[in-house]
């Protein structure tokens, strides 16, 4: 399937989702707290969703960046040997 060869499009796409998840949780608390209608230590399960969310979302597109150099090498090797193979 194409994720084999691009899998920065999957990965990619589910930490961009999850990082702007948590961002937005984030920023909501963030103008909640400067709005004054309460602070962030009432919302601490919510703080963590958005961090965790955040670093997820990191990681996940991180891991994508991973295999996609690993895809084109994989990808490389696989033409110098098609190359060697040819007369």
Do not use: W
């Not at 309460?38 to 961090?51: D, K, S, T």
């Not at 969310?53 to 990681?59: R, T, V």
């Amino acid at each position: 399937s194409s994720y084999q060869k691009r899998p920065l499009h999957f990965f990619g796409m589910a930490g961009a989702i999850l990082f702007l998840f948590g961002l937005g949780v984030n920023l909501f608390l963030t103008l909640r707290y400067f709005a004054g209608v309460g602070y962030i230590g009432e919302r601490m399960p919510l703080l963590m969703l958005g961090v965790l969310s955040m670093i997820l979302g990191f990681q996940s597109f991180c891991l994508g960046l991973v295999g996609e150099m690993v895809a084109r090498r994989n990808l490389e090797e696989t033409k110098d040997q098609d190359e060697e193979l040819l007369p």
